[in-house]
C-alpha cells in the first residue's frame, strides 16, 4: 500500500505561484510513476504532469506546460507542484497519484488538495 498526502493548495490571484506538496508513505516509490491531475467542477479529470522516481523524467500537458514542474526529494519521500503564471481556468482540485512503473492504471491516490485561482 501507498499512502499519499497532498498540501499546499489555497487561494492565489491570477499571475501568481503556488507549491503543492504530496507526501508518501508506506512502500519505497523507487518503481513508481508519480502523477498529478486536477479535477474541475464539471470537467472530467485532467493528467497535468508525471514523473519517474527513480530518474526524474517528467512529462506534463500542453495546458500547463512551460508554468508548471513536476520534482521530487527523495530523502523527504516527497513529489511536489511548482505552479507558476496561474490563471483563473486552473482552477480544481488537485490529486497526487502512483502507479508501479510499466502498469498504466494509477492505484493509489491522495485525496487532493483545492487550488482557486481569481482573476
Known amino acids: 500500500q501507498v499512502q499519499l498526502v497532498e498540501s499546499g493548495g489555497g487561494l492565489v490571484q491570477a499571475g501568481g505561484s503556488l507549491r503543492l506538496s504530496c507526501a508518501a508513505s508506506?512502500?519505497?516509490?523507487?518503481?513508481?510513476?508519480m502523477g498529478w491531475f486536477r479535477q474541475a467542477p464539471g470537467k472530467e479529470r485532467e493528467n497535468v504532469g508525471t514523473?519517474?522516481?527513480?530518474?526524474?523524467?517528467?512529462n506534463y500537458a500542453d495546458s500547463v506546460k512551460g508554468r508548471f514542474t513536476i520534482s521530487r526529494d527523495n530523502a523527504k519521500n516527497t513529489v511536489y507542484l511548482q505552479m507558476s503564471s496561474l490563471k483563473p481556468e486552473d482552477t480544481a482540485v488537485y490529486y497526487c497519484?502512483?502507479?508501479?512503473?510499466?502498469?498504466?492504471?494509477?492505484?493509489?491516490w491522495g485525496q487532493g488538495t483545492q487550488v482557486t485561482v481569481s482573476s
Open positions: 508506506g512502500r519505497t516509490l523507487t518503481n513508481y510513476v
Open positions: 514523473i519517474t522516481w527513480s530518474l526524474g523524467s517528467t
Open positions: 497519484a502512483a502507479r508501479l512503473s510499466g502498469t498504466q492504471e494509477f492505484r493509489y
